[in-house]
T-cell receptor, first 110, second 113 residues
Framework: DAKTTQPPSMDCAEGRAANLPCNHSTISGNEYVYWYRQIHSQGPQYIIHGLKNNETNEMASLIITEDRKSSTLILPHATLRDTAVYYCIVRLHNTDKLIFGTGTRLQVFP | DSGVTQTPKHLITATGQRVTLRCSPRSGDLSVYWYQQSLDQGLQFLIQYYNGEERAKGNILERFSAQQFPDLHSELNLSSLELGDSALYFC????????????FGPGTRLTVT
């Protein structure tokens, strides 16, 4: 079973920041937080991952709370092409499979 | 483009039949994963191969089997197909045996009639 809880859907205006929350209250010390997204029925796309420090790459920023029980994925300037289902996944770094939950459907509107 | 290729893109077949889905991982990646996405079950991990050897198994039915060849491409074989096997089947690859980013292919849409 997925170990994360995400809101089923969110809206965001184009050009604004999209902040997608994720609760993972049972996360253990050696588990990472991964984010993937799936645009329509395409293959999921890796976005970012982190352990306890905040992370940033060209796609997004990941903010993890100090107690590591929740995190937020930030898309700084959402575009229409960011409309997708976003999955937050908790995972041991050396394990193999990804366990997908139901994710958050982000709708970016003009 | 993730660099992972899957063929065919679409497959329509009848119940009871057998099909083979093919996946070529990104250049240099040794791990291949198979996932199934159906409307009622979401994305589910099926099986992983690393450098030709089975490494992890998920919710894969006994009617399904997979293998990874010396050139690292992988095939997923689905037999005695049922209506409920209709789904998107994704292949992903990664450089490592475990952990790290997985890069997904575009998927094969299987329709069983």
């Amino acid at each position: 079973d997925a170990k994360t809880t995400q809101p089923p859907s969110m809206d965001c205006a184009e050009g604004r920041a999209a902040n997608l929350p994720c609760n993972h209250s049972t996360i253990s010390g050696n588990e990472y937080v991964y984010w993937y997204r799936q645009i329509h029925s395409q293959g999921p796309q890796y976005i970012i991952h982190g352990l306890k420090n905040n992370e940033t790459n060209e796609m997004a920023s990941l903010i993890i709370t100090e107690d590591r029980k929740s995190s937020t994925l930030i898309l700084p300037h959402a575009t229409l092409r960011d409309t997708a289902v976003y999955y937050c996944i908790v995972r041991l770094h050396n394990t193999d499979k990804l366990i997908f939950g139901t994710g958050t459907r982000l709708q970016v509107f003009p | 483009d993730s660099g992972v290729t899957q063929t065919p893109k679409h497959l329509i077949t009848a119940t009871g039949q057998r099909v083979t889905l093919r996946c070529s991982p990104r250049s240099g990646d040794l791990s291949v994963y198979w996932y199934q996405q159906s409307l009622d079950q979401g994305l589910q991990f099926l099986i992983q191969y690393y450098n030709g050897e089975e490494r992890a198994k998920g919710n894969i039915l006994e009617r399904f089997s997979a293998q990874q060849f010396p050139d690292l491409h992988s095939e997923l074989n689905l037999s005695s197909l049922e209506l409920g096997d209709s789904a998107l089947y994704f292949c992903a690859s990664s450089a490592q045996a475990g952990g790290g980013e997985q890069y997904f292919g575009p998927g094969t849409r299987l329709t069983v009639t």
